[in-house]
T-cell receptor, first 111, second 119 residues
Framework: QQPVQSPQAVILREGEDAVINCSSS?????VHWYRQKHGEAPVFLMI?????EQKGHDKISASFNEKKQQSSLYLTASQLSYSGTYFCGSRKTGANSKLTFGKGITLSVRP | DTGVSQNPRHKITKRGQNVTFRCDPISEHNRLYWYRQTLGQGPEFLTY????????KSRLLSDRFSAERPKGSFSTLEIQRTEQGDSAMYLCASSSPPASGGLNTGELFFGEGSRLTVL
């Protein structure tokens, strides 16, 4: 089942903060976050594992609320380079299960 | 270049023709994934391999789609009797299995994709 992402789009000015969310109706093993720029392949940002372990990006943080089955990605002091579409992906049953992506959130950072 | 390589990058075909895409993963990665992406949507899971074994295939995938990874290295995705609805970007990604406690996150490394247009 596809994770649900919100909001659908975010427009920011450089230096502002943003939070984007990813939720699932079923229990999750892990959540991945990827960013895709127009015409390019998705690039890994962050993974959050059941139990709270977190690995990934230095300048972007995220949280995983196991009770709510929701992950949030925090973009602070946004830069122009943060513009793109952010996808969350989820594994449900373990490290060997497939990674299913949400529809994505478009983030635009303006000068 | 040691990244994931996909060929061809673009393919235009007529409805009813067969097409084949190739993916060369990062050499030490034993997992290989195929996704399909249309405009404004996230990557849609098609299938994935661990070594040469096809571990899972999407129920949404019709019998016209088949994927192979015969020697556990490169993979091919074939679409038979193409339809206009097959027009999309076909993405390949590779990874190594995630290892707890280590640096390996099980992240997917994506190729640039193969864009299919069915006329």
């Amino acid at each position: 089942q596809q994770p649900v992402q919100s909001p659908q789009a975010v427009i920011l000015r450089e230096g502002e903060d943003a939070v984007i969310n990813c939720s699932s109706s079923k229990a999750l093993y892990s959540v991945h976050w990827y960013r895709q720029k127009h015409g390019e392949a998705p690039v890994f940002l962050m993974i959050l594992l059941k139990g709270g372990e977190q690995k990934g990006h230095d300048k972007i943080s995220a949280s995983f609320n196991e009770k709510k089955q929701q992950s949030s990605l925090y973009l602070t002091a946004s830069q122009l380079s943060y513009s793109g579409t952010y996808f969350c992906g989820s594994r449900k049953t373990g490290a060997n299960s497939k990674l299913t992506f949400g529809k994505g959130i478009t983030l635009s950072v303006r000068p | 270049d040691t990244g994931v390589s996909q060929n061809p990058r673009h393919k235009i075909t007529k409805r009813g023709q067969n097409v084949t895409f190739r993916c060369d993963p990062i050499s030490e990665h034993n997992r290989l994934y195929w996704y399909r992406q249309t405009l404004g949507q996230g990557p849609e899971f098609l299938t994935y391999f661990q070594n040469e074994a096809q571990l899972e295939k999407s129920r949404l995938l019709s019998d016209r789609f088949s994927a192979e990874r015969p020697k556990g290295s490169f993979s091919t995705l074939e679409i038979q009797r193409t339809e206009q609805g097959d027009s999309a970007m076909y993405l390949c990604a590779s990874s190594s299995p995630p290892a707890s406690g280590g640096l390996n996150t099980g992240e997917l490394f994506f190729g640039e994709g193969s864009r299919l247009t069915v006329l």
